[in-house]
């Protein structure tokens, strides 16, 4: 079996089904414009349908966002996003998100200007919604989906 790193595209797939994906895939570097692989060649599976279904289903909840929720709501829905993927449960019934995120890149996945949401979060640390330690996020979950609700 072939060791994969799950990431990016392929993140919404599990380990196992992705490295038995891409086992008897030959490693090739593509220039641009050159085409990875066609319809019918080996490779072409009902779980590449089942992630490109998912990562569409993604984009339009991500695209609805942006449409129909007000900035402190996309904020609040990228930090629930984070914490979900890359968030370690704390024992304060919080979520820690560690320092790699930084607020540029928030304001940037929520679609809102750096410094609107920078404010958002001075407000909601000092609301105990959010703490910012070490450059790493604490969040309280449960306050930041009644925030997206708008209660």
Request: charged share 30%; no cysteine.
């Amino acid at each position: 079996m072939v060791e994969l790193s799950v990431s990016g595209t392929w993140s919404g797939l599990p380990k196992e089904i992705a490295s038995d994906l891409l086992a008897t895939a030959p490693i090739r570097q593509l220039t641009a414009g050159e085409t990875l692989f066609e319809a019918g060649d080996a490779g072409d599976d009902r779980y590449l349908v089942k992630l490109l279904s998912a990562r569409l289903r993604q984009a339009d909840e991500t695209i609805a966002s942006m449409a129909f929720l007000p900035m402190k709501g996309r904020v609040a829905r990228t930090l629930l996003t984070l914490a979900e993927n890359v968030g370690e449960e704390t024992n304060s019934d919080g979520i820690l998100i560690p320092r790699m995120i930084n607020q540029g890149d928030i304001a940037a996945m929520a679609g809102v200007a750096r410094e609107n949401t920078s404010r958002i979060l001075s407000e909601w640390e000092r609301r105990k919604l959010v703490t910012k330690s070490s450059g790493s996020y604490w969040i309280d979950k449960a306050k930041l989906e009644r925030e997206i609700e708008g209660r």
